[in-house]
């Protein structure tokens, strides 16, 4: 499977953003599909996760209730959606192609098999 991100950006804080991700591949139903950041200087972070059907979803505690995870599988890709951005939301953005089995660790990034290139958010304040 291979991933490419898109639509990031600059924002001010409060603003949205919608990135999106399109993977190749006939096999991108097969995957729990998620969505990782990663700020200077820190570690990847899980952000949000979505099982194969979109029948499971998941986020970080740092922005539920402010981000949107979902796929088309017909289309092959998966979206993020952003709104009420803070500052601290900054980072690279990835999506990853992940385990078979949702709860076989749908926010640990060691699991996840397939990352896009990253797309860079930034937030003003």
């Known amino acids: 499977v291979q991933l490419q991100a898109s639509g990031g950006g600059l924002v001010q804080a409060g603003g949205s953003l919608r990135l999106s991700c399109a993977a190749s591949?006939?096999?991108?139903?097969?995957?729990?599909m998620g969505w990782f950041r990663q700020a200077p200087g820190k570690e990847r972070e899980f952000v949000a996760a979505?099982?194969?059907?979109?029948?499971?979803?998941d986020y970080a505690d740092s922005v539920k209730g402010r981000f949107a995870i979902s796929r088309d599988n017909a289309k092959s890709t998966v979206d993020l959606q952003m709104n009420s951005l803070k500052p601290e939301d900054a980072a690279v953005y990835y999506c990853?192609?992940?385990?078979?089995?949702?709860?076989?660790?749908?926010?640990?990034?060691?699991?996840?098999?397939?990352w896009g290139q990253g797309t860079q958010v930034t937030v003003s304040s």
């Open positions: 591949g006939r096999t991108f139903s097969s995957y729990t």
């Open positions: 990853a192609a992940g385990p078979r089995y949702y709860y076989s660790g749908y926010d640990d990034r060691k699991r996840y098999d397939y």
């Open positions: 979505i099982s194969q059907t979109g029948s499971r979803i």
